[in-house]
């Protein structure tokens, strides 16, 4: 299994997920510079992703919705900030509605993903920044640690 740790802080309101490929750092990347790939990784296995835009530049957005098994879809966005290709990406990352505009009434988190290279492979850092507490337990209420773990955990099947 490829994440390692979870740490959810309700007094700094960050929720870090770390994990660990055996692959490179540039392989890593790829993944997340590559919409076809990143739809294989970035929802649960029982509601995959499907892409829409893919602009992964600073001023940047992605748009994508989650299908899940009975064929409902949930919508979510990311506004790309910064981005250092192959070691870091920054982004806010928010719910929205299927037309993707954001959904003001849940949480919007401030992402950063780092990748450095660890024992021949990669550490992968994910660190996301809430508004507030109660953003934060509304997530983790939401089932984000278990969801996220399941989606990073397929990164491996990728990878190989």
Not at 89 to 115: C, H, K, Q, W
Not at 122 to 138: F, P, W
Request: hydrophobic share 35%.
């Amino acid at each position: 299994m490829p994440v390692t740790d979870v740490h959810h802080d309700l007094d700094n309101l960050t929720l870090t997920i770390t994990a660990q490929f055996a692959a490179p750092v540039e392989r890593v990347w790829q993944i997340y510079a590559d919409p076809r790939q990143l739809e294989k990784v970035w929802g649960p296995p029982t509601y995959p992703a499907t892409v829409v835009d893919h602009d992964l530049t600073p001023g940047g957005r992605v748009t994508y919705y989650m299908t899940g098994p009975t064929g409902d879809r949930h919508a979510g966005y990311w506004l790309v900030t910064a981005v250092d290709e192959p070691n870091s990406l920054t982004f806010e990352d928010g719910f929205a509605d299927l037309d993707f505009t954001p959904n003001p009434a849940m949480p919007v988190s401030r992402n950063v993903y780092t990748f450095t290279g660890y024992e021949g492979g990669t550490r992968a850092t994910y660190t996301g920044v809430y508004e507030s507490a109660d953003a934060l337990k509304k997530v983790l209420e939401m089932g984000i640690v278990e969801g996220s773990t399941l989606a990073i955990n397929q990164i491996d099947t990728l990878l190989s």
